[in-house]
């Protein structure tokens, strides 16, 4: 027998909910989404036909993220054999996330009510899809229009999270290893782990963005680090912004619920138009006046007014073509998302186009001339997130004003092309005196960023940018004692007699200098058109290094999953092994301080008595200088010397921590043994 049932949604709980519906696998019904709400409303109903009682109602809640990936909310399933007939009943289901069961995610309420089928079950299924379909456009339109108009921001709340007090401890050593969560809306903060403290100093400041129709509430949970397993929970407050004035740090200390202790805030709500969309025919810098006036704006002369306001960037969106097609239906529906560190806008949606037209004129305000523009093209989906088709990111700092030009579109880790191109204008104005003291602050933290993923191709490619710094000081260190060995006895004279020419005049302001003269020497060079030949060396070696990552990924993934274990393996050995070798030294220096060894560290105490009292009575250029003497002579009065640092063999003789683990070891199984025989 064939049945259907109604259901009644009534609430859940998270940011912009939106519910899912599926029987046997297939999705059934979609709710609609409500947007910054923590106890949305639904009240939708719908009728579905369904085959079986057998199989269960699976229930998903989803958070809305535009342009993103939704985040996982909660599931549950709904048993029908356990309905009643031709009765409306009020369940109630338990959220769950499967990998974590024992944790309560919420609930959801619906009335459901299970009746038998009545009339052509074919007729009806039709007629129900038509109308979804209908609804489904309707709705996306309105989240298109709601999300359009969440990107304009009108204001901005500074936070600077300053300490805690008093917390409670969560670890078995009676402290906890504290960090908090910051979230207003769509945006997200996370500070850094404070280990091993009941009393954590951040001193971290982070910037949100008000929104017109945005709630003004702040929510802040703090939780302790547990490395393997799920963070544990120490507490939340909330910053209600509406009991703030304006333009005024206000300084808080907000006691945790659920929790103990409190935190320490300050906060500033600043008001501020640093970001606007508008068709191209309204241009801000393409009218005379308007660009006179922000040309004035960020002059020289008003370089130490308002030193946040660095200058301005407008980009013109203008059109793409040849994209990549991402629906196997056909049908493509291409939006722009324009990104500046944490200013996001996007245009509108151009349906089924592959060669869309926007524009759109975007304005943001630059708070650091060092940051990047990212403009994104997607295809709106209107079951499911939008699908990314491709990106550019452009450094302000290398814009050309004034210039269209078509950008290729690249992947989401910009290593590779994507199909299709877009048309981009941009203007940059800025002023030079405020970028520059921008620089000496730290960056602005981005709150929209993807997690970081173990890639054995990205383990490989920072290990061999390390081995390359670490060759080229070694190379240097190479260069250099090859000056003593006399190799070439022309550069041998030369730096000997340049050594004691430096030692023999220095000031303290030649190390500046001597600074200085490579940048200038690379800048003649560079502004003669000679020696770019190294910038395309390091760009071939760069590209030639990716394809060989994509050939290595590519063989491994033929050859299986031991083949990758093998790879990554022999990487993990030879970073382990530099590890060993830094930390060694490292615990060498800390045990000769720790008297591990008397006999060495009597001899540093000697040693640096004897040095103490050389620098003492002699200048430092006449030890500088005798020290130079008797590395450029060694060679010459004992060709068959073998070269050492005195400092690293009296380091090899201190044991590092490790061996003098093994060597107690070693004691306690002697002493138990000499027991055993007594």
Known sequence: MKVLFCLSLVSAGTSDPY??????????????????????????????????????LYVKVFDYDFGLQDDFMGSAYLYLESLEHQRTLDVTLDLKDPQYP?????????????????G??????????????????????RLSDVHRKAQLWRGIVSISLIEGRGMQPMDANGLSDPYVKFRMGHQKYKSKTMPKTLNPQWREQFDFHMYEEQGGYVDITVWDKDAGKKDDFMGRCTIDLSLLSKEQTHKLELPLEEGEGLLVLLVALTASAAVSISDLSINMLDDPHERHQIMQRYSLWRSFHNLKDVGVVQVKVIRAEGLMAADVTGEFDPFCVVELSNDRLQTHTVYKNLNPEWNKVFTFNVKDIHSVLEVTVYDEDRDRSADFLGKVAIPLL?????????????????????????????DVVFNAVKAGLRTLIPVEQKYIEEEPKVSKQLLLRNFNRVRRCIMFLINTGCYINSCFEWDSPQRSICAFVLFVFVVWNFELYMIPLALLLPLVWNYILIASGKDTRQDVVMEDLLQDEDEEFDKDDKDSERKGFMNKLYAIQDVCISVQNALDEVASYGERIKNTFNWTVPF???????????????IYFIPL????????????????????????????????RVPSDVQVVQRLKHEKQGVKMRRKKV
């Open 102 to 118: 024992e944790h309560n995610l919420g609930t959801l309420e619906l009335a459901v009510t299970l009746s038998p089928k009545e």
């Open 398 to 426: 290398n814009i050309q004003n004034g210039e269209r030009k078509a950008y290729a579109l690249k992947s989401k880790e910009l290593t590779g092309p994507t199909k299709g191109v877009i048309f981009l204008e941009i």
């Open 19 to 56: 519910v899912k519906f599926k029987i046997a696998g297939k999705e059934v019904f979609r709710s609609k989404t409500i947007h910054k709400n923590l106890n949305p409303v639904w009240d939708e109903r719908v009728t579905l036909h369904v085959e079986t009682l057998r199989e269960p």
């Open 621 to 652: 250029r006449y030890i500088v200088l005798a020290w130079g003497v008797n590395k450029f002579t060694k060679k010459l009065r004992d060709p068959y010397t073998i070269d050492n640092n005195e400092l690293l063999d009296f380091l090899s």
């Open 600 to 614: 060495l560290s009597w001899l540093a105490i000697l040693a640096l008595g004897v040095a103490t009292t050389i």
């Open 120 to 141: 052509d079950f074919r007729d009806i299924t039709m007629s129900l899809r038509r109308n979804w379909k209908r609804s489904s456009k309707n709705q996306s339109m």
